[in-house]
T-cell receptor, first 112, second 115 residues
Framework: DAGITQSPRHKVTETGTPVTLRCHQTENHRYMYWYRQDPGHGLRLIHYSYGVKDTDKGEVSDGYSVSRSKTEDFLLTLESATSSQTSVYFC???????????FGSGTRLTVV | AQTVTQSQPEMSVQEAETVTLSCTYDTSESDYYLFWYKQPPSRQMILVIRQEAYKQQNATENRFSVNFQKAAKSFSLKISDSQLGDAAMYFCAYSGGNTGNQFYFGTGTSLTVIP
């Protein structure tokens, strides 16, 4: 969907380096989410935001931090990338019930 | 936390036939929503169908329909007249009734469509 974009689409990085993934929305939604997708686990919530500078942890938040300085941008940072963080990362927005998430196109991150 | 279970890691169906994907969930909430998402090889997550828990009528979207059994906490997806383009990973998802509620996803079912 045109209302949400993620960058980069692919990234390879070395163990121990910091990495930042970006999510940008044009829908002005309050809630934004970061998920990771791994085989056998489905999608699991990393962090979410319910407004500018308002964020909270999900079930797999260790090793990740987020920031939201503007409504439209939600950044996910891996402070020091590890091989266990090799995954596909999705950003999502949600207009509220009964509507479902709108997802970004995902970022495939490989940590070598 | 709510849990969503998809017990079929892989399924296959002949083109033009019908297939049903299973999903069960666990919740103590009375107000919630259920969704099926499709993820083709392009990786894009596409909403297929949604069901509001307070509605008794099963949702339908063209060839896609659900069998929602609230008491049994079951939410299966039926795909009729399967097409090659239906081949994808399918995820069942649950969300509580409040605006900020996160989604909980199942582990997915990989559907193969055989020509």
């Amino acid at each position: 969907d045109a209302g949400i974009t993620q960058s980069p689409r692919h990234k390879v990085t070395e163990t121990g380096t910091p990495v930042t993934l970006r999510c940008h929305q044009t829908e002005n939604h309050r809630y934004m989410y970061w998920y990771r997708q791994d085989p056998g686990h489905g999608l699991r919530l990393i962090h979410y935001s319910y407004g500018v500078k308002d964020t909270d942890k999900g079930e797999v938040s260790d090793g990740y931090s987020v920031s939201r300085s503007k409504t439209e941008d939600f950044l996910l940072t891996l402070e020091s990338a590890t091989s266990s963080q090799t995954s596909v990362y999705f950003c999502a927005i949600k207009p509220g019930p009964p509507y479902g998430y709108t997802f970004g196109s995902g970022t495939r991150l490989t940590v070598v | 936390a709510q849990t969503v279970t998809q017990s079929q890691p892989e399924m296959s169906v002949q083109e033009a036939e019908t297939v049903t994907l299973s999903c069960t969930y666990d919740t103590s909430e009375s107000d919630y929503y259920l969704f099926w998402y499709k993820q083709p090889p392009s990786r894009q997550m596409i909403l297929v169908i949604r069901q509001e828990a307070y509605k008794q009528q099963n949702a339908t979207e063209n060839r896609f329909s659900v069998n929602f059994q609230k008491a049994a906490k079951s939410f299966s997806l039926k795909i009729s007249d399967s097409q090659l383009g239906d081949a994808a990973m399918y995820f069942c998802a649950y969300s509580g009734g409040n605006t900020g509620n996160q989604f909980y996803f199942g582990t997915g079912t990989s559907l193969t469509v055989i020509p």
